[in-house]
């Protein structure tokens, strides 16, 4: 089989193409074929050695879509069922999604019945999966109003898709003036400038996904009706401590976090049975092979818009 190896982090000239046998499964740990899977700009980050804890060498790629290959010794699963897995380690602790097969814990494999090819599958997990949960975090209902602070990412795309499934009224926000009628030909109700970390808004909501980070927390909780909460899910400013915050301006508010690294099978099929129902997508912006893997990533830190990069493993 094909796989990605990182020796040491650097540019794309270090993801190497190497010939590797298909792992060997243990009491515990699975083989999935691999079809598809997603690339993010936190694994360019990943990659250039930017996340501490990842040990080179390494296969990176936190997310995947595909079979069962071979079970392990105590697996519930079966051979050829469609499954997804992220996180968990995947892609950081043990080899991820940047190989043709790869050995995952039975406790990361997650099954899914939808019923469609591989590339479009690949859009889902870790967008939709964050985006559902962050909405999840907030305790919203009907009728109740959400923003979506980082509308033009892929993630904030999912989480439109699926507020608006649930009901919630949406504003997205955006830095740039050409996407505010992309984003509402999407499906946000309203959408807002967000410059200089300040929103060109007087209005207030009932939740806020923030996903530039610490910068625009502070204008985030400014905004949030009274009861209201924030859930921060993202560090796309790439600062990771709030400077001089002060905790007294959430009187009466709420601040909290949502992490993927610990995923809720339970959470997982509530979340494509809405997608299925509502036939929820992303666009995908641009689809590459495994060969292509060092263009992908120059891609995906170039490219303006809006939607998922995708790896086509067949």
């Not at 000239?13 to 700009?41: C, L, N, W, Y």
């Not at 962050?134 to 509308?151: D, H």
Request: one cysteine or more; aromatic letters at 8%; a negative charge.
């Amino acid at each position: 089989m094909r796989a990605v190896v990182i020796d040491k982090p650097g540019d794309t000239d270090v993801m190497k193409i190497v010939e590797r046998p298909i792992p060997e499964v243990t009491q515990d740990m699975s083989v999935m074929r691999i079809h598809a899977f997603g690339v993010h700009r936190y694994e360019v980050l990943t990659r250039e050695g930017g996340s501490p804890s990842v040990k080179f060498p390494r296969v990176i790629g936190v997310e995947a879509v595909g079979e069962i290959y071979k079970t392990s010794k105590n697996s519930k699963l079966e051979v050829g069922q469609r499954v997804i897995t992220m996180m968990g380690g995947f892609g950081r602790e043990v080899d991820g999604s940047y190989q043709e097969y790869a050995l995952v814990s039975d406790n990361n494999l997650y099954p899914v019945n939808l019923d469609t090819d591989w590339v479009t599958l690949a859009q889902y997990p870790e967008n939709f999966y964050t985006a559902f949960g962050s909405i999840k975090s907030l305790s919203l209902n009907s009728g109740q109003t959400l923003l979506v602070r980082g509308g033009t990412t892929a993630v904030g795309l999912a989480a439109i898709k699926l507020a608006k499934a649930l009901g919630i009224n949406v504003t997205a926000t955006t830095r740039r003036e050409n996407m505010l009628h992309k984003l509402i030909e999407f499906g946000a109700d309203d959408v807002v400038i967000d410059s200089d970390n300040k929103l060109k808004t007087d209005k207030n909501f009932d939740g806020i996904i923030d996903m530039v980070g610490t910068v625009t927390l502070p204008d985030s909780i400014s905004h949030l009706n009274q009861g209201g909460t924030v859930s921060m899910i993202g560090l796309l400013a790439g600062e990771w401590v709030a400077k001089n915050f002060d905790p007294f301006t959430l009187a009466g508010k709420y601040l909290t976090c949502f992490d993927s690294t610990n995923v809720n099978q339970k959470w997982v099929d509530e979340m494509f049975d809405l997608i299925s129902k509502n036939k929820l997508e992303i666009p995908i912006v641009k689809i590459f092979k495994l060969s292509q893997i060092r263009e992908a990533h120059d891609y995906v830190m170039k490219s303006r818009d809006m939607g998922q990069v995708i790896i086509d493993n067949d």
